[in-house]
Structure formats: C-alpha cells, structure tokens
C-alpha cells in the first residue's frame, strides 16, 4: 500500500484533525484490501493484467463528488 498522504483541502490547507486523519486512513486501508482482493480474484479467473488496472483506474476517474458546490 503507498504511504499515505498528508491530506489537503481544496485551498491546499493540510487537514489536521486526528479523527478525519484516522478515518481517512481506515478507508484507504479497506479500499486497498478491497481491490487487491478484486485483483487478484480477476487474475485467478484468467482476465488481462492491463484491463484490470485499466478498469480500476476508469473506475476511480469515474467518481462524482456529491458535495460540489
């Protein structure tokens, strides 16, 4: 898992309070374990490397913020 950031606002201020760090942290953890566990299972089952990534990152790209103003 990369080394986790620290996290910024919009205006490039660092957030810094410990629970949203805390939270943010086991989010990203569970993602993780997530799409390694995903991965993996699409390796097993014989689908391409490449379309798998590919996939996950069209995924991510693909996210709607829902608080945009």
Same mark, same amino acid.
Request: proline share 4%; aromatic share 8%.
């Given at each position: ?7 910024? $606002? ?5 957030? #810094?309070? =410990? ?11 569970? %993602? ?8 993996? $299972? ?5 689908? #391409?490397? =490449? ?11 693909? %996210? ?6």
């Amino acid at each position: 898992m990369p080394n986790m950031p620290k996290w910024v $606002d919009d205006q490039g201020e660092v957030v #810094s309070c =410990t629970e949203k760090i805390k939270v943010m942290q086991q989010n990203m953890e569970e %993602l993780h374990q997530l799409a390694q566990d995903a991965f993996e $299972d699409g390796l097993l089952m014989g689908c #391409s490397e =490449t379309q798998l990534r590919h996939y996950f990152a069209d995924l991510v790209a693909g %996210l709607t913020n829902p608080y945009r103003r």
